[in-house]
């Protein structure tokens, strides 16, 4: 099992930059992937971003390519995505994910709770 709680997210206008964080527990060896999705209000889950933690790989959608940067701090895991020049499309909620498969698929074995990123214009 997997544990994933999220952190960092909240209210800001367009233009502002925010930070989520997502801290993993428990089985968190080998060579996984934590991800980001998000879930727009009556749209589908999203793919954002995604680092391998060995090696540090990472991996964007095109839509956030330039604006948001996902990094990870060994000691903690803890993933972390650093979101700047932020667009009221980029409103959603935010989830972190686990997964041990290829990280630009839906098929990630864990997810967190989630957390609210709200854009205002």
């Known amino acids: 099992q997997v544990q994933l709680v999220e952190s960092g997210g909240g209210l800001v206008q367009a233009g502002a930059s925010l930070r989520l964080s997502c801290a993993a527990s428990?089985?968190?060896?080998?060579?996984?992937?934590l991800g980001w999705f998000r879930q727009a209000p009556g749209k589908e889950r999203k793919f954002v971003a995604a680092?391998?933690?060995?090696?540090?790989?990472?991996y964007y959608a095109d839509s956030v390519k330039g604006r948001f940067t996902i990094s990870k701090d060994n000691a903690k895991t803890t993933v972390y995505l650093q979101m700047t020049v932020l667009k009221p499309e980029d409103t959603a909620v935010y989830y972190c994910?686990?997964?041990?498969?290829?990280?630009?698929?839906?098929?990630?074995?864990?997810w967190g709770q989630g957390t609210q990123v709200t854009v205002s214009s």
């Open positions: 428990g089985r968190t060896f080998g060579d996984f992937i």
């Open positions: 994910a686990a997964t041990w498969n290829s990280p630009l698929t839906q098929d990630y074995d864990y």
């Open positions: 680092i391998r933690w060995r090696g540090g790989y990472t």
